[in-house]
């Protein structure tokens, strides 16, 4: 089975940058969609990004868009999201997660359309 292992968190103040990575294990990696989610206490879990397998197509939730980036690359076998411009209300446990197998979309923003999920790694955003 696939293993997912982020890493990357810490804690940072407004506007600054972070990048989290994902690392991933597990036989036909690259053809997933690869996602990231993040998840504050008491909240649902929320859509980040997502990218395809080959990484050409990424897809974005309304609330990073032109902030934070998505990318993978499948020689290292690992996925990247580079956040920029951090706000308070980003402060989250940031998830990785595998999407659907050898997809032609990337617009999958939902939880149920992930099958395996990292441990995730805690972003916290003073202000």
């Known amino acids: 089975q696939v293993q997912l292992v982020e890493s990357g968190g810490g804690l940072v103040q407004a506007g600054d940058s972070l990048r989290l990575s994902c690392v991933i294990s597990?036989?036909?990696?690259?053809?997933?969609?690869m996602g990231w989610f993040r998840q504050a206490p008491g909240k649902e879990r929320e859509f980040v990004a997502a990218v395809s397998g080959t990484g050409y197509a990424v897809y974005y939730g309304d609330s990073v868009k032109g902030r934070f980036a998505i990318s993978r690359d499948n020689s290292k076998n690992t996925v990247s999201l580079q956040m920029s411009s951090l706000k308070p209300e980003d402060t989250a446990v940031y998830y990785c997660?595998?999407?659907?197998?050898?997809?032609?979309?990337?617009?999958?923003?939902?939880?149920?359309?992930?099958?395996?999920w990292g441990q995730g790694t805690q972003v916290t955003v003073s202000s």
């Open positions: 997660a595998r999407g659907p197998y050898y997809s032609g979309r990337v617009d999958y923003p939902f939880t149920r359309q992930y099958t395996d």
């Open positions: 597990g036989r036909t990696a690259n053809l997933y969609v």
